[in-house]
């Protein structure tokens, strides 16, 4: 091949690169769908809570699997998790329906014996330092222990681990106070 057209033989090849790819090698194009995209995978880790009483965190065993969908929008998230010997393994899956031009997404989970949850959250990015290294956070309005909540959840990757911090802040009382409920830290198999 000249040298001429090498240039040339690049870019059409540039050109059949998807762009999650491409997102992952500049971290000028780190987005909220490019995010997701790269979180794509198998993953494996532990459920966390709280033990107020003990001051320290308890984990189950969990197993994740994420897949994105040929519109590069739509998430499905498979969770796995032990939870002993009388209830089992519970499995949770949520399919997510991100809106790239309002940080929006709207989610439906499912777990044996529980009525479809129906959620709409907002996310943002509040760190964009490459495509595996990210901070978002999600916030929205539901119930936690029975009661009308704000919650916000924080994921953090940086490289192959990942942790989310879920909180809630109570809405039936009139102080803004976050309550940390639990934290999901996974590694990338």
Do not use: C
């Amino acid at each position: 091949m000249a040298l001429k057209t090498l240039p040339l033989a690049l870019a059409g090849l540039a050109a059949m690169v998807p762009p999650a790819a491409i997102a992952q090698t500049d971290p000028g194009t780190v987005t909220l769908t490019s995010i997701r995209a790269g979180m794509a995978g198998n993953w494996k880790g532990q459920l966390e809570y709280r033990d107020y009483q003990a001051d320290r965190w308890f984990g189950l065993p969990v197993q994740v699997r994420i897949e994105i969908m040929r519109d590069g929008l739509t998430l499905i998230r498979h969770s796995d998790f032990d939870d002993g010997p009388k209830t089992g393994i519970v499995t949770i899956t949520t399919a997510a329906l991100l809106d790239p031009a309002t940080g929006r997404e709207q989610s439906v989970s499912f777990r044996k014996g529980r009525e479809a949850e129906l959620d709409t959250a907002t996310l943002r990015l509040t760190r964009a330092e490459a495509a595996d290294r990210w901070t978002i956070e999600e916030t929205r309005d539901g119930r936690d222990d029975d009661r009308p909540a704000r919650i916000r959840e924080t994921t953090k990757r940086d490289g192959a681990r990942m942790v989310t911090l879920k909180e809630v802040d109570f809405l039936d009382d009139k102080t803004e106070t976050w309550l940390t409920r639990n934290r999901t830290t996974l590694t990338r198999e």
